[in-house]
């Protein structure tokens, strides 16, 4: 331990605070939540893909969602599982791994918004242009989308993490469950006004965008339904949108809630937690809300168990 103390590209991370009792407990929940997004995101994505009659834009821009879950997941909860029966005082992690995690945490966080702008877009066009639908969300551009969702959020979160990356460090110890930009540019002892404006300018302007594209596409979606006098397309059309726009507010509310939280210093150990929370709570509602209100999905899901009963029964009389 001792050569860790002087070596400034090891440095100590406070992760989550569990007592020693509450060790046990804490790794077994945060390992089966962990286990059952892998399994209902990875699932979704291979049902989807398998099924050809689910080959469609709503439900291949899904796969995106799913995908981009488990990789979030993924960056933070296998080394808080590896941190929860170590010692606060002995959980060191090296500089460039820390970098990595946070890279991964933001582009999460960056790409969980992008990609529910542009399924927004596709209800939009489903329910304000259903003739046209076939002819805008072809194959080609439900590619483009979900590349430019990607590498609008890789871009904002490279210049992010490089603004950091060119500090030099003074300091060795971050406050928090899980590397972040914010807890990596507080190692520095430099002035840190171009990573505070670059930071809170990136998060204005994808939250700004990511609101308002939601927010008039619902507004107009609203109008349509108002005006339209069918009754059963209505109804389809609601329940569609009802799913998409409550993984929405879920994850605003995980992305909100530290933010809130770290305001108060009474708060802050919860907000610590909070933050995890987004790596944590929408990846795990996500595939249960969509399998569950999307009919077809269902369908799928519900034929698929189905199938297994009875090939487990044929087996068994053989």
């Given at each position: 331990?001792?050569?860790?103390?002087?070596?400034?590209?090891?440095?100590?991370?406070?992760?989550?605070?569990?007592?020693?009792?509450?060790?046990?407990?804490?790794?077994?929940?945060?390992?089966?939540?962990?286990?059952?997004?892998?399994v209902s995101n990875i699932s979704l994505v291979v049902l989807i893909t398998m099924e050809r009659s689910l080959h469609q834009p709503m439900y291949l821009l899904f796969c995106n969602m799913s995908i981009n879950d488990v990789f979030g997941a993924t960056a933070?909860?296998?080394?808080?599982?590896?941190?929860?029966?170590?010692?606060?005082?002995?959980?060191?992690?090296?500089?460039?791994?820390?970098?990595?995690?946070?890279?991964?945490?933001?582009?999460?966080?960056?790409?969980?918004?992008?990609?529910?702008?542009?399924?927004?877009?596709?209800?939009?066009?489903?329910?304000?242009?259903?003739?046209?639908?076939?002819?805008?969300?072809?194959?080609?551009?439900?590619?483009?989308?979900?590349?430019?969702?990607?590498?609008?959020?890789?871009?904002?979160?490279?210049?992010?993490?490089?603004?950091?990356?060119?500090?030099?460090?003074?300091?060795?110890?971050?406050?928090?469950?899980?590397?972040?930009?914010?807890?990596?540019?507080?190692?520095?002892?430099?002035?840190?006004?171009?990573?505070?404006?670059?930071?809170?300018?990136?998060?204005?302007?994808?939250?700004?965008?990511?609101?308002?594209?939601?927010?008039?596409?619902?507004?107009?979606?609203?109008?349509?339904?108002?005006?339209?006098?069918?009754?059963?397309?209505?109804?389809?059309?609601?329940?569609?949108?009802?799913?998409?726009?409550?993984?929405?507010?879920?994850?605003?509310?995980?992305?909100?809630?530290?933010?809130?939280?770290?305001?108060?210093?009474?708060?802050?150990?919860?907000?610590?937690?909070?933050?995890?929370?987004?790596?944590?709570?929408?990846?795990?509602?996500?595939?249960?809300?969509?399998?569950?209100?999307?009919?077809?999905?269902?369908?799928?899901?519900?034929?698929?168990?189905?199938?297994?009963?009875?090939?487990?029964?044929?087996?068994?009389?053989?």
């Amino acid at each position: 331990m001792e050569n860790k103390t002087f070596n400034m590209d090891v440095i100590s991370i406070e992760g989550l605070k569990v007592s020693p009792q509450s060790s046990v407990p804490a790794f077994i929940l945060l390992l089966l939540i962990y286990i059952f997004i892998m399994v209902s995101n990875i699932s979704l994505v291979v049902l989807i893909t398998m099924e050809r009659s689910l080959h469609q834009p709503m439900y291949l821009l899904f796969c995106n969602m799913s995908i981009n879950d488990v990789f979030g997941a993924t960056a933070v909860i296998p080394r808080l599982l590896s941190d929860v029966f170590t010692p606060v005082t002995e959980r060191y992690v090296h500089y460039i791994d820390c970098v990595v995690q946070a890279f991964c945490a933001h582009f999460h966080a960056g790409t969980s918004h992008t990609v529910l702008m542009i399924m927004a877009f596709d209800r939009y066009v489903a329910i304000c242009n259903p003739l046209r639908y076939a002819t805008i969300m072809t194959n080609r551009m439900v590619v483009k989308l979900s590349a430019g969702a990607w590498v609008a959020a890789f871009i904002f979160v490279a210049i992010l993490l490089g603004l950091t990356i060119r500090l030099t460090r003074c300091r060795r110890l971050i406050i928090n469950p899980f590397c972040d930009n914010a807890s990596l540019f507080k190692l520095s002892c430099q002035n840190l006004l171009i990573n505070h404006i670059y930071g809170l300018g990136s998060a204005v302007v994808i939250l700004s965008s990511s609101l308002g594209s939601v927010t008039l596409t619902y507004l107009r979606i609203t109008i349509v339904c108002l005006s339209n006098k069918n009754k059963v397309l209505n109804s389809r059309a609601l329940q569609t949108c009802a799913t998409h726009l409550a993984v929405y507010l879920i994850m605003l509310v995980a992305s909100f809630t530290p933010m809130i939280m770290h305001r108060r210093p009474e708060w802050a150990d919860n907000g610590k937690v909070a933050s995890v929370m987004f790596h944590v709570l929408p990846p795990a509602l996500n595939p249960i809300i969509y399998g569950l209100q999307c009919k077809e999905l269902r369908q799928k899901i519900v034929s698929v168990f189905q199938n297994n009963k009875v090939m487990d029964v044929k087996s068994f009389h053989k």
